[in-house]
């Protein structure tokens, strides 16, 4: 994975609790290229790592942007960056990584809850350029609490709705959803409870949707974690893995080489092919189908259906 040393090029207040960097290479020159729904990790200075999406124009290979929304009962990562990051200031950044990529499709619906605007922001962008039809229904506390919402909010034509559920409660996902056309391409970034209500709503309907999620998934009631054995295809190795811990404990104790970052199954940068075996599958970033198809998994938070599972490690 690329790595990158950035410098704080700009800094803005978006909303409540939410600010905008503008980051540019300190070699120069220009970053990764990237497409909408992309994020990058970003590394505190208190050795944290914690995952933002791009909400610039992909066309500018100078400047990455990202937003951050401070969380009061989250780890500590948006509060330094909030905190401690100023303009001048470096930090590194790793990826970037598209878990969430925009597919193409004749119509676009796209909902948005709180700071899930950021990767909507940019698709938005592309998907109007390409003159593809679209709406956008974007919810938050209130109207200051929701960035980009007045640029977004100026858009002609009547394709944005904002939602401050202070003033109109929450977003309409049944009208929304029943107004889109057929072979619309859903796409929903927010909190937990707006991802699992728009699931719902599409499932009824049996309309496809792609998530972004910022929680991990919650694991099933009847889920039971049971010990297995992970063998490492490149040394030919075998790690027990007890029902009391990760396999990504049980590799790093072992000392196997293996990126991670969240740890929570919300990021991917752990993703790791399997080779053999059936994964126990926990994380919020692999699809349905790639659930299905069994051939990755993220050993941070999932596990294994079978006794043995083969890992390309």
Do not use: K
């Amino acid at each position: 994975m690329s790595e990158v040393r950035v410098v704080v090029d700009g800094r803005s207040v978006l909303a409540e609790d939410v600010v905008e960097f503008a980051l540019r290479p300190v070699a120069g020159g220009e970053l990764p290229a990237w497409e909408p729904g992309a994020h990058v990790d970003v590394v505190t200075g208190d050795g944290l790592v914690r995952q933002y999406s791009l909400c610039g124009d992909p066309a500018d290979r100078t400047t990455y942007r990202i937003a951050v929304l401070r969380q009061a009962d989250g780890r500590g990562g948006s509060a330094w960056l909030h905190d401690r990051l100023d303009v001048g200031d470096e930090v590194t950044l790793r990826g970037p990584r598209n878990h969430f990529p925009l597919e193409p499709a004749a119509s676009y619906l796209f909902l948005a809850g709180g700071i899930g605007i950021t990767p909507l922001r940019t698709m938005v962008r592309q998907v109007s350029s390409s003159g593809a039809a679209w709406t956008l229904h974007y919810g938050g506390r209130t109207r200051t609490s929701m960035a980009y919402a007045a640029e977004i909010g100026a858009v002609d034509g009547g394709r944005v709705t904002l939602v401050p559920q202070d003033e109109t409660g929450l977003i309409d996902l049944d009208a929304a959803v029943d107004a889109a056309p057929p072979g619309t391409a859903v796409y929903c970034c927010g909190p937990e409870p707006l991802i699992a209500a728009a699931e719902a709503v599409c499932t009824a309907r049996g309309l496809p949707l792609r998530t972004e999620r910022f929680s991990p998934t919650e694991i099933a009631p009847d889920a039971v974690d049971t010990a297995f054995v992970v063998e490492l295809a490149a040394s030919g190795g075998e790690l027990a893995v007890p029902a009391h811990r990760s396999i990504v404990d049980v590799l790093v104790e072992a000392g196997v080489d293996i990126l991670t970052s969240c740890e929570e199954g919300t990021c991917g940068t752990c993703a790791t092919a399997v080779l053999a075996g059936t994964p126990d599958h926990r994380d919020s970033v692999l699809t349905d189908e790639e659930h299905a198809a069994g051939d990755r998994l993220l050993p941070c938070v999932s596990r294994a259906r079978s006794a043995r599972l083969v890992l390309d490690l």
